[in-house]
Each structure stands twice: as structure tokens, then as C-alpha cells.
């Protein structure tokens, strides 16, 4: 099964191209965390009230889903190797890029988890339900005194607000690295991570792309 998996993904990825999979993972939850950085700021100043509280439960039933695709996401990813492209060298900036990538995981589930208790730490938690739709559990933190909870409560806000930040500035960093890459470079990162384009219908006609050179063995995509 897995080594099937892998056979039909090294299909794309030894065109330079993240599989169907990779790429749907990637631009479905690239919009949920924009949507949720918009949205939880957007909440954060809302008087103390109902709406607030709604907003929060919107922001949870959009968040924790993350949770599960971070989950699923990280699963397909060290079972499926990504592929290697124009712009993976043995510099310092593949390496940033990388390190970009690891970040990205780490608030793909620092943000839903620190959500998560932050809402079951609170005195009086409200429902939780997954996408709006599926109940879901609160953190066994019931037992705990309030100077537990509160701890707690502070530990996970920070760490939120500290994750959010973090994101604030490496979403740049990716966005205009994949914009130079592509624009400037014209390395085939980008289009790797866009649905296929039929070399017919291709309005960069094939010169226009330059690799670059030299490129490192294809390991990664071997793996
Ligand atoms: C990738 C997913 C998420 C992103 C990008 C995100 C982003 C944000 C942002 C921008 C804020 C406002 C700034 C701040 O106070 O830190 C915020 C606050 C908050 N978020 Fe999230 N969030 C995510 C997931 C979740 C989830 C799943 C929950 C709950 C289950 C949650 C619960 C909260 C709460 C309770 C606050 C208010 C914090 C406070 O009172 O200071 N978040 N989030
Ligand atoms: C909206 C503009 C965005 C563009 C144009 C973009 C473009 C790209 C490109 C071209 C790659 C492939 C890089 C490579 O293989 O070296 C990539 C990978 C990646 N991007 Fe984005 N991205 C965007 C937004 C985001 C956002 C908002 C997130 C996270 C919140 C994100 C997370 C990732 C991750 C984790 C990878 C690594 C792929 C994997 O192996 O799972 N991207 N992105």
C-alpha cells in the first residue's frame, strides 16, 4: 500500500512537482491559517460580550480542524518524500526555506493545541465542536485548582500569541522567497506546488525556465 502510494507520488515528484495530495494539503490549510490569523485578530477586538464569544467558537471550529490535517499532513509527509526543484542547492537559503517548513509545522499544532487549553482551562468552558458540526472534547483540566488553570491558561496564551507572531513574519519570508523564485528566478518551485498546467497550454514556453545549475542529486525524491 505505502509502497504504492509512494510509486504513484514519485510520479510527480520526479517532474519537480509536490504530488495532488501535497498540494491540496498545502493551499487548503495555507487558507485556513490566514483565515484564522485575520479572524483571531479581528476577534481579539471585539468588546467582552456574546459576539466575542461566538467569534471565539467560529475561530475554534476552524481551528481544530487544523489540528487533524497537521496530523494527517505530517503522516503523508515522512511517508512521501517531497521532490526536489530548481531551487534546492546546498545553500543557505534551501536551508532557511527548510527551516521555514519546520516552523510552519510546529504552529500547525503549537496553535490548535495552546487553543485547545486555553478553552478548556477557562472557569466556565463553552462547547467545543469541531468545524462547527462535531463535538469535541474538552482537556481534563476540571480537577485542577484555579491557580492551575490559570497558570496554565497563561502558559497557553502566551505561547499562542507567540506562534502568531512568529507566523506574522515567516509568511512573508515563504511568500515572497516562492514570488522571487518564480518571477525573478524562474525556478520551477511554485509551479510544483500549482495544479498542473498541460505543456500545450503552458504560457511559459520552455526556454523561459532556467534551472539552476548545479543541482543537487535527486535524493530526496529517491527516498
Ligand atoms: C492555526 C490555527 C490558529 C491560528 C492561526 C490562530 C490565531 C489566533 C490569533 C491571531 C489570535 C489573536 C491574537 C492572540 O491573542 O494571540 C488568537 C487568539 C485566540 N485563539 Fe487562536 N488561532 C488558531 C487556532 C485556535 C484554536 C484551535 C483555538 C481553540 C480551540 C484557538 C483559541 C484562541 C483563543 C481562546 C484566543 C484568545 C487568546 C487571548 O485571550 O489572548 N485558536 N488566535
Ligand atoms: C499564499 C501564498 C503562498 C505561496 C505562493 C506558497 C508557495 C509555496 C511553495 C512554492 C512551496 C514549495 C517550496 C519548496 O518545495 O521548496 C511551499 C511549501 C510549503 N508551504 Fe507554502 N505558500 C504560500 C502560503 C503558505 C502558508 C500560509 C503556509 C502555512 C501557514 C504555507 C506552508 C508551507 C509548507 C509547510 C510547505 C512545505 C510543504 C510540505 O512539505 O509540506 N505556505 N509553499
Do not use: C
Not at 517531497?82 to 510546529?106: E, L, R
Amino acid at each position: 500500500m505505502i509502497r504504492a502510494l509512494r510509486e504513484w507520488a514519485r510520479r510527480h515528484t520526479e517532474r519537480s512537482r509536490y504530488s495532488p495530495v501535497g498540494v491540496a494539503f498545502h493551499w487548503i490549510m495555507a487558507f485556513l491559517v490566514l483565515f484564522q490569523l485575520g479572524w483571531g485578530y479581528y476577534t481579539s477586538w471585539i468588546p467582552a460580550g456574546g459576539d466575542k464569544l461566538y467569534a471565539y467558537q467560529v475561530h475554534s471550529a476552524v481551528g481544530l480542524p487544523i489540528l487533524l490535517l497537521a496530523l494527517a499532513r505530517f503522516a503523508w509527509r515522512l511517508l512521501i518524500p517531497g521532490p526536489m526543484n530548481d531551487a534546492d542547492t546546498q545553500g543557505w537559503q534551501s536551508q532557511f526555506a527548510y527551516a521555514i517548513h519546520y516552523v510552519f509545522y510546529i504552529a500547525f499544532f503549537g496553535l490548535p493545541l495552546t487553543g485547545w487549553a486555553m478553552w478548556s482551562a477557562t472557569a466556565e468552558p463553552g462547547p467545543l465542536y469541531l468545524a462547527g458540526v462535531v463535538p469535541w472534547p474538552q482537556l481534563p483540566f476540571d480537577q485542577l485548582s484555579l491557580e492551575q488553570s490559570w497558570r496554565i491558561m497563561q502558559a497557553a496564551e502566551t505561547i499562542h500569541f507567540w506562534l502568531v507572531i512568529t507566523l506574522l513574519i515567516v509568511i512573508p519570508l515563504h511568500v515572497g522567497a516562492a514570488l522571487k523564485h518564480h518571477f525573478w528566478d524562474r525556478h520551477d518551485v511554485l509551479r510544483g506546488m500549482l495544479p498542473e498546467i498541460p505543456d500545450a497550454e503552458d504560457p511559459r514556453a520552455a526556454p523561459q525556465h532556467r534551472p539552476r545549475e548545479p543541482r543537487i542529486p535527486n535524493e530526496k525524491a529517491a527516498g
